[in-house]
Nanobody, 123 residues
């Protein structure tokens, strides 16, 4: 079992930056690939970014490529999402998730999810 707790969400102006963190406990964190997803009101949950177990490989949705950076610290059991040049369309609840295998962008491949943290980007 893995417990994930996100933090760092909040209100930010367009063009600003925000850093989300996800703390993991339970099963060996370094064995898991991690991802960030988001869900805006009335929309389906969508892939944002993912990172493999070692941190050597990262993946991004086209909508955030060049603006967001995912990273992990296996010694601290944390994964982070640095968000820059934020846009109003980035407003959503952001979720941290963990998976053992499978396509990194598919929500169904993730076994564990955090409760989410709200990110609101104002004009």
């Amino acid at each position: 079992q893995v417990q994930l707790v996100e933090s760092g969400g909040g209100l930010v102006q367009a063009g600003g930056s925000l850093r989300l963190s996800c703390a993991a406990s339970g099963r060996t964190f370094s064995m898991l690939a991690m991802g960030w997803f988001r869900q805006a009101p009335g929309k389906e949950r969508e892939f944002v970014a993912a990172i493999n177990w070692s941190g050597d490989n990262t993946y991004y949705a086209d909508s955030v490529k060049g603006r967001f950076t995912i990273s992990r610290d296996n010694a601290k059991n944390t994964v982070s999402l640095q968000m820059s040049s934020l846009k109003q369309e980035d407003t959503a609840v952001y979720f941290c998730a963990a998976r053992s295998s499978g396509n990194y962008a598919y929500t169904g491949n993730y076994d564990y999810w955090g409760q989410g943290t709200q990110v609101t980007v104002s004009s």
